[in-house]
């Protein structure tokens, strides 16, 4: 028998989100009244065609840049408003972002990549201080991605799936509650994808984390557990995975 189980919690929402971009004299409006809920835990994928709004979405959710109307809230409370500084909090403190081409800085080894967004957070007496225990906790997360063989490689020692997992690790180090992933696999191979998007599923489920993913790919969407689309500026429910 199904055990029903109670809904999550509504995690983040965008509520009638409008953004338009300036291209010369003509307003191009990408977001016409975009509304979307997401829950705690939950692995959401958005899909739509290229040019349709999916990476401003995902911008504007992470508190990259803020809409020209409506509301981005987390846990029922409007954050898109705030001043710059507790944004920039904020969003080091709830959001990790993965994006397509990794951004791992090119001079660092993986184990410091992955350290870096610390080296930010932290006084450098405090990251001084904590160096040990912070070293310990990147270790743990490079082994849980499978790249422990790689923790003293610079990237450009490294293939396309190693440089996501080691981004991947390096999105966890803040513990982040929320990761925003824009097309993870867009640079990879069908098989490495694949294995990228299992790491995915499987921080979704050990860790409760919520997942915002964007992509073009169908077959890598179907792995969320809901699918969106957007079109002509707004979000159509596609698809949502049956509990079995
Ligand atoms: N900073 C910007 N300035 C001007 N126009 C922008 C800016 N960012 C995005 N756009 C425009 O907004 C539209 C939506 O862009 P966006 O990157 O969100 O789409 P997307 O669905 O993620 O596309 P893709 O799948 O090709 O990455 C596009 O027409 C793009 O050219």
């Known amino acids: 028998m199904n055990e029903i189980l109670p809904t999550p919690p509504v995690h983040l929402s965008a509520v009638a989100l409008d953004k338009s971009y300036r291209k010369g004299p003509e307003a191009v409006n990408v ?14 994928s958005i899909i739509g ?19 020209d109307i409506g ?17 920039d909090q904020l969003r080091n403190r709830v959001f990790g972002f993965v994006f397509q081409f990794y951004h791992l800085l090119p001079e660092l080894t993986v184990l410091e990549n992955v350290l870096s967004p610390l080296m930010i957070r932290y006084s450098m007496w405090e990251y001084w201080k904590k160096r040990s225990e912070l070293q310990d906790q990147a270790r743990e997360l490079i082994a849980q991605v499978g790249l422990e063989h ?6 450009s020692q490294m293939s396309g799936g190693e440089l996501q997992r080691a981004a991947i690790a390096r999105s966890l180090i803040s513990e982040p509650e929320i990761l925003l992933a824009d097309e993870p696999t867009g640079n990879l191979d069908v098989d490495t994808g694949k294995g990228i998007i299992e790491l995915l599923e499987r921080l979704n489920s050990e860790r409760q984390l919520t997942i915002m993913m964007v992509t073009h790919d169908e077959a890598i969407a179907r792995k969320g557990q809901r699918i969106v689309r957007l079109s002509k500026g707004q979000v159509e429910n596609i698809r949502e995975r049956v509990a079995s």
Do not use: C, M, W, Y
């Open 31 to 44: 977001l016409r009244g975009v509304n979307l809920e997401v829950r705690k835990g939950e692995f959401l």
């Open 49 to 67: 065609r290229s040019g349709s709004g999916k990476s401003t979405l995902l911008h504007l959710a992470g508190l990259l840049d803020t809409p």
């Open 71 to 87: 509301e981005i809230r987390l846990d029922g409370k409007r954050i898109d408003h705030l001043p710059a500084k507790t944004r």
């Open 150 to 155: 790689r923790i003293k490689h610079k990237p």
